[in-house]
């Protein structure tokens, strides 16, 4: 946190040193983004991502979409136009805030980003799977979660509607929301993330867009059963 000396901003322990969150899916057909972070450039260098093949956004708020120029790079590299995938809604967002990088142009040689946007609802097929596209609440928004095969990513939510629990029944893995230990307007805390991790009944829930409330080895070592921490860098086999 800009401008704060706590115990978890200064700390040694390198999980509580955190970017703003997002994933990198490496699939057998390609590898997925989702969210494109302010610092998404100097997470690709970090954890040494050389291809990208398409992109998701749960929403179009400043922290998931402001490294989107940086996929310059992945589009020079790879020579292609690269997806984006989202809601209507998100995708005019994304697109506004980024005109020039969903712009076709004539030359063959420019240092812009190349994309498309690829509106979804429901369910789509990527990549050879199938992605559930999950309708959050994020105070008075909705924002998406992702769904794929045993797997899902909720993250910047304060409440799950009913049909989106249904689709996140028989899960290996959840990836979800919690801000920090006091109440908040648009995120779960710590005691509801618990609640509602312990409701999905995942074998294993990892908490995910955490503030400098929380320390990590203080929190982590009360969490139930099941129930852990997600770090920068955090990798996973599912």
């Not at 997002?22 to 610092?39: H, K, Q, R, V, Y």
């Not at 992945?74 to 995938?85: G, W």
């Not at 304060?158 to 919690?178: H, Y």
Request: proline share 5%; glycine share 4%; aromatic share 8%.
């Amino acid at each position: 946190m800009i401008g704060c000396r706590c115990n978890v901003c200064t700390s040694d322990d390198p999980r509580d040193r955190r970017s703003r969150c997002s994933l990198f899916i490496e699939l057998p057909a390609g590898n997925i983004i989702i969210d494109t972070t302010p610092e998404f450039r100097l997470q690709c260098l970090q954890y040494e991502v050389d291809r990208v093949d398409a992109l998701l956004f749960t929403h179009a708020h400043a922290d998931h979409i402001f490294g989107l120029d940086d996929v310059r790079r992945f589009c020079f590299m790879q020579d292609d136009v690269i997806p984006c995938y989202s809601s209507p809604g998100v995708l005019e967002k994304v697109t506004r805030a980024f005109s020039y990088a969903f712009r076709e142009i004539d030359q063959d040689y420019s240092e812009r980003p190349k994309l498309t946007a690829v509106p979804v609802d429901g369910t789509f097929e990527l990549l050879d799977k199938t992605v559930t596209a999950l309708i959050l609440c994020h105070g008075v928004e909705t924002v998406l979660g992702f769904r794929m095969d045993r797997w899902a990513y909720c993250t910047d939510c304060n409440r799950i509607p009913s049909e989106a629990l249904d689709q996140l029944k028989n899960l290996d893995v959840l990836i979800l929301d919690a801000l920090r230990f006091t109440p908040h307007p648009t995120h779960f805390n710590v005691e509801q993330a618990i609640e509602m991790a312990q409701q999905i009944n995942a074998k294993h829930t990892y908490l995910t867009h955490i503030a400098h409330e929380i320390k990590h080895s203080d929190l982590e070592s009360q969490l139930p059963d099941g129930i852990s921490l997600s770090y920068d860098g955090l990798k996973l086999t599912v």
